[in-house]
Structure formats: structure tokens, C-alpha cells
């Protein structure tokens, strides 16, 4: 019923950018909902990266605000992160995530979540 798919990711070189896409499906209010980022490198837990609220309003972890940005495009049901300066500590499986209202839960616990993406690669060099 409720779906989201990444894509953007792919291979390049340390200091270069990506930007993944995010598409959501199957929502009968897109714009409430809080969405996530999240990345899973090989043999690591995954961890939260960034959150975008019904508000605009946005948060990151420490590893990457700076050099990430986290947007969304509520007509076209897209959720965007925009990658510089990238690390090969950045190389990992990217998830989006997403959080309908009431709100309950902490953006960085991944329970708080009720939809998961497949995933996108990045691998940085």
C-alpha cells in the first residue's frame, strides 16, 4: 500500500557528490509526514543520518551536517539528500524512511519508522 524507492546512488571518487532520490507512494498525505535518511555500511549498524519534519524543519548527526542536506519536494511525493564532499567512511547501503502522524518516537531509532525503502549503494573511493 505504502511504498518508498531510493536510487541516485552509485560509485565516485572522495570529494564528490551525490544526490538520492527518494520516492513515496500510496500516501494519502504526504507532506505530514516526518522522513528520514538512514546508512548501513558493510558489518556496521545502521544509523541515522538526517530528518526532514511536516515543517520543513530538519536535523543530522554529527558525521554529516556540513556536507549533507536533506530536502523534500512535497508536490512530486520526493524526498532528496544532497551529498558533498564525500568520504570513503560515507561508502554504505542509504535508506529513507518514513514516519506518519502522531509522532511518538526519537527520529533516530529506527523503530520509530513504519516504511523502509529498499536501499540505494554509495561507494566512495
Known amino acids: 500500500h505504502v511504498q518508498l524507492v531510493e536510487s541516485g546512488g552509485g560509485s565516485v571518487e572522495a570529494g564528490g557528490s551525490l544526490k538520492l532520490s527518494c520516492v513515496a507512494s500510496?500516501?494519502?498525505?504526504?507532506?505530514?509526514?516526518?522522513m528520514g535518511w538512514f546508512r548501513q555500511g558493510a558489518g556496521k549498524e545502521r544509523e541515522g543520518l538526517a530528518v526532514?519534519?511536516?515543517?520543513?524543519?530538519?536535523d543530522y548527526t554529527d558525521s554529516t551536517e556540513g556536507r549533507f542536506t536533506i530536502s523534500r519536494d512535497n508536490a512530486k511525493n520526493t524526498l532528496y539528500l544532497q551529498m558533498n564532499s564525500l568520504k570513503p567512511e560515507d561508502t554504505g547501503m542509504y535508506f529513507c524512511a518514513a514516519d506518519p502522524p502522531p509522532y511518538t518516537g526519537n527520529w533516530l531509532w529506527e523503530s520509530t519508522y513504519s516504511v523502509w525503502g529498499q536501499g540505494t549503494q554509495v561507494t566512495v573511493s
Open positions: 526532514i519534519n511536516d515543517d520543513g524543519s530538519t
Open positions: 500510496g500516501y494519502t498525505d504526504y507532506s505530514r509526514y516526518c
